[in-house]
């Protein structure tokens, strides 16, 4: 779930697929680390985490998808540690008899990773770093789950 090796999507993909070898629709989701110019190149992306609190959170967030949404399985993993521009941070995916429930599980779990996931996210540049918080947009997209408790 949480981890500091590298996360290699197609890999995971494949092991995943493979485990699920009845599911009409896996959906995944791959995110990386952007060289966001707006502040200066990016150097690196350092991802902490409380991870007995953090795994437990991510743990929950899973429970919770499965029981809103017809998924036969989901994996998620989510570096911490210090990554650069082009390495992957997180990967999801869902597997479902149907299409929607894999698509909607999986923006579920990443509203979830990107606004109550406990991991603090400090961007390096050249000469200076900032810690990041989750955006305004990205509390909005996830007040849509509230509804739906």
Not at 119 to 137: D, G, L
Request: with cysteine; proline share 4%.
């Amino acid at each position: 779930m949480i981890t500091t090796d590298p996360i290699h999507p197609n890999e995971v993909m494949a092991q995943f697929r493979d485990s699920n070898p009845d599911a009409g629709a896996i959906l995944s989701f791959t995110g990386n680390v952007r060289d966001d110019k707006n502040d200066g190149k990016t150097c690196a992306l350092i991802l902490q985490a409380y991870e007995p609190v953090t795994s437990q959170g991510i743990a929950e967030a899973i429970k919770t998808a499965q029981t809103r949404w017809k998924v036969t399985d989901i994996t998620v993993r989510h570096r911490i540690g210090r990554m650069t521009p082009g390495e992957t941070i997180v990967f999801v995916a869902a597997a479902a008899k149907h299409r929607r429930d894999a698509f909607l599980a999986t923006d579920y779990l990443m509203d979830y990773l990107k606004t109550e996931a406990f991991f603090w996210k400090k961007e390096v540049f050249e000469n200076s770093e900032k810690w990041i918080e989750p955006r305004a947009q990205d509390y909005d997209d996830a007040k849509r789950w509230d509804a739906k408790r």
